[in-house]
């Protein structure tokens, strides 16, 4: 017995993943996007892309010009991924 996964329709205001393109798409945005850690603003940009792929929820990036990077620290450890 197989059964058929369908995607639930997109309610008001709201956008489906499964109407995302492939290959991703990446775009402009004018919403502001803020990172707000321990009370303190870390990033707050009007400024960001956004990536946009079929059935992944959108991908948001911040230039680093928009990013306190006066209080970031190193992380132990290092990562690989392909897909980053």
């Known amino acids: 017995m197989r059964s058929s996964i369908r995607p639930l329709p997109a309610g008001p205001g709201q956008e489906s993943v499964w109407d995302y393109p492939r290959p991703p ?21 009007q ?13 948001y990036y911040i230039p680093q010009d928009d990013v306190r990077t006066d209080l970031l620290t190193l992380a132990p450890g290092q990562t690989f991924c392909e897909f980053k």
Do not use: I, K, Q
Request: hydrophobic share 40%; proline share 6%.
């Open 25 to 45: 798409l990446l775009e402009t945005t004018n919403a502001r996007l803020r990172v707000v850690f321990a009370g303190e603003t870390v990033a707050d940009s």
């Open 47 to 59: 400024n960001g892309y956004r990536v946009l792929e079929t059935s992944h929820p959108p991908v």
